[in-house]
């Protein structure tokens, strides 16, 4: 597969069945294309800072990350990223109801070079295409002597679209109606916010100025987390996330652990070593 202009992943899960996804998979990988390193992450709409003070137990969500890295084999760089500066615009000053181009106005607020500046907007703010035909974006600002950034968009679904945005924390808007899986932060909303999160931050370092890894139509492509829809855990097909791990305590389902005992469900990746999709369970 070589490389050509994109406009970038939309994260919106069951969007593909898996017969579609195991014929376009093996065709993801390319070679010698750009790729994202020593970026780092800057939140732009979230709450507080975390530091971890305790290495989390496996699986964790490092070595859910470490899949990003086999991109980079040809490389002879390690993918690097820290969290930068954080941004409250609790003041709503762009509005409720964001436009794209207030979307990238927002991110523009972060670091203007070697940053992925990340928008998390609450579920009290419409979006353009939120819901609709997507539960994030992951873009990148136009090229600059001043250097360019990436940016990530990724929108709380809780009182707009759960069924879409944060399956299987809830029931699908569609397809098979299974009882909805426990979450494990005891927010759906915010729970489907991280699947989607590390779904658009791992199409963003493997593609993040559109020339990067992908498969298919530019309007649409499949990157390394879009590729494996609707896929948590081992044994998954359309309408079940896989089997997963679940806490005995309170019965949520997970298969990563983070920081301070914190536990997450993340995406399968597309591993471009076995041409396949890889989970952490």
């Not at 035909?133 to 002597?145: E, F, M, V």
């Not at 499949?222 to 896989?242: D, I, R, V």
Request: charged letters at 15%; one cysteine or more.
């Amino acid at each position: 597969m070589g490389y050509r202009e994109t406009s970038r992943e939309k994260s919106d899960p069951l969007s593909r069945t898996l017969i579609e996804r195991l014929q376009l998979a093996n065709l993801l990988v390319g070679s010698s294309v750009p790729i994202l390193i020593g970026f780092k992450e800057a939140f732009r709409i979230g709450e507080g800072r975390v530091t971890p003070n305790a290495i989390p137990q496996w699986p964790s969500v490092s070595s859910w990350w470490k899949t990003t890295e086999k991109y980079y084999k040809n490389n002879h760089h390690r993918l690097s990223l820290t969290v930068g500066r954080q941004i409250l615009n609790e003041g709503y000053s762009f509005g409720k109801s964001l436009s794209t181009q207030k979307i990238e106005r927002l991110a523009a607020m972060g670091d203007p070079r070697n940053a992925i500046n990340v928008v998390l907007t609450s579920d009290d703010v419409t979006v353009d295409g939120f819901c609709m035909s997507r539960c994030g974006t992951h873009n990148a600002s136009p090229p600059a002597k001043k250097g360019r950034f990436a940016y990530v968009w990724v929108g709380n679904s809780a009182s707009q679209c759960p069924g879409q945005c944060a399956w299987p924390f809830h029931q699908p808007i569609y397809g098979p109606q299974s009882p909805p899986l426990v979450s494990p932060n005891g927010d759906v909303g915010v729970d489907g916010m991280v699947m989607n999160l590390a779904s658009l931050l791992a199409g963003t370092v493997t593609n993040p100025f559109g020339d990067g890894y992908f498969q298919g139509p530019t309007e649409a492509p499949l990157e390394a987390a879009s590729a494996c829809p609707g896929m948590y855990g081992k044994n998954a097909y359309p309408g079940y996330a896989g089997d997963l791990l679940v806490d005995p305590t309170t019965g949520a389902s997970y298969n990563a652990n983070g920081a301070l005992g914190r536990k997450y469900l993340l995406p399968a990746l597309f591993d471009p070593t076995t041409s396949s999709c890889s989970t952490l369970v």
